[in-house]
């Protein structure tokens, strides 16, 4: 199976909360990441969690982390027409040799 | 079928010497990406090329050369290599700048 899952689609209504979901199998994980592909400039960080925090809030973006069942979640609050982007969940785990592995990302459509 | 391959998966040379790391895509994308791990564990993006053409240079030394013998290969040249290219590298392809990324399993290069 996938060591990274996303759901491939999301469709959200501007001004409401978008979430996305991601689950992982690598027990190991210590960085869990989301990335955004802008089209034209690759993938930018756009925020990150360590493996022994529950929660981390920085403006929109609320990252919820569920260890025990290896679930990642990204909120966005407020959604706007810019956040409509791919998002990719990746994390990284000493399993791995270190190397990040990425999900196939979660294209967000927002509608009117 | 692998979709995104790259070569070698692992490559420890000296400092000085010029190594190179291949990538390959059988996906029929126009689109291809060369990314670094960075030290702190962050991807970014070091080149991407659409149909044969540069898009995207960031700050990358110019010891360091994307070469695209076709659509389907983007190879990354290093140059006197330094202690600090000592990285993993991902490759990516899309297609169109739009389209969803899909990343090869990296090369973690090491620099002694």
């Known amino acids: 199976g996938e060591d990274v899952e996303q759901s491939l689609f999301l469709s959200v209504r501007e001004g409401d909360s978008s979430v996305i979901n991601c689950t992982y199998t690598?027990?190991?994980?210590?960085?869990l990441y989301w990335y955004k592909q802008e089209p034209g400039a690759g993938l930018q960080l756009l925020t990150y969690?360590?493996?022994?925090?529950d929660m981390k809030q920085d403006q929109r973006l609320t990252v919820l982390l569920n260890k025990k069942d290896k679930h990642l979640s990204l909120r966005i609050a407020d959604t706007q027409t810019g956040d409509s982007a791919i998002y990719f969940c990746?994390?990284?785990?000493?399993?791995?040799?270190?190397?990040?592995?990425f999900g196939k990302g979660t294209r967000l459509h927002i509608l009117p | 079928d692998t979709a995104v391959s790259q070569t070698p998966k692992y490559l420890v040379t000296q400092m000085g010497n010029d190594k190179s790391i291949k990538c390959e895509q059988n996906?029929?994308?126009?689109?291809m990406y060369w990314y670094k791990q960075d030290s702190k564990k962050f991807l970014k993006i070091m080149f991407s090329?659409?149909?044969?053409?540069?898009?995207i240079n960031e700050t990358v030394p110019n010891r360091f050369s994307p070469k695209s013998p076709d659509k389907a290969h983007l190879n990354l040249h290093i140059n006197s290599l330094e202690l600090g290219d000592s990285a993993v590298y991902f490759c990516?392809?899309?297609?169109?700048?739009?389209?969803?990324?899909?990343f090869g399993p990296g090369t973690r290069l090491t620099v002694t």
């Open positions: 990516a392809s899309s297609q169109g700048l739009a389209g969803e990324q899909y």
């Open positions: 090329y659409n149909n044969k053409e540069l898009i």
């Open positions: 969690i360590f493996s022994n925090m």
């Open positions: 996906l029929g994308h126009d689109t």
């Open positions: 990746a994390e990284i785990g000493v399993n791995r040799d270190d190397k990040i592995i």
């Open positions: 690598d027990s190991s994980s210590t960085y």
